[in-house]
């Protein structure tokens, strides 16, 4: 069983930064696949980025590439996910997820991760 806690959102002006984190308990997830997923308002929930277990293998939503580095430290449990050049586009609630045996084949796919936070609010004003 692994719980994961999101933080580091907040308000942003276009342009600026912010890192996001999430704090893992379970001794296990440092051998699980992390990730990130985002909502907005009114749409469905999309993935934003992952990492393999290693932290050799990174995917991006393309929108992102070059602007977001998702990244992990095993030793503290955590996954961060920072985020520069932030758009107004960016808004969203950001969610941690993580599990053992997702593919590469879908990684994107909401429906197949097995573990995920309660969310953490990025608002990006224009």
């Known amino acids: 069983q692994v719980q994961l806690v999101e933080s580091g959102g907040g308000l942003v002006q276009a342009g600026g930064s912010l890192r996001l984190s999430c704090a893992a308990s379970g001794r296990s997830f440092s051998s699980y696949t992390g990730g990130w997923f985002r909502q907005a308002p009114g749409k469905e929930r999309e993935f934003v980025a992952a990492i393999t277990w290693s932290g050799g293998t990174t995917y991006y939503l393309d929108s992102v590439k070059g602007r977001f580095t998702i990244s992990r430290d095993n030793a503290k449990n955590t996954v961060y996910l920072q985020m520069n050049s932030l758009k107004p586009e960016d808004t969203a609630v950001y969610y941690c997820?993580?599990?053992?045996?997702?593919?590469?084949?879908?990684?994107?796919?909401?429906?197949?991760?097995?573990?995920w936070g309660q969310g953490t609010q990025v608002t990006v004003s224009s």
């Open positions: 997820a993580s599990d053992p045996a997702i593919t590469r084949r879908t990684i994107a796919a909401v429906d197949e991760w097995d573990y």
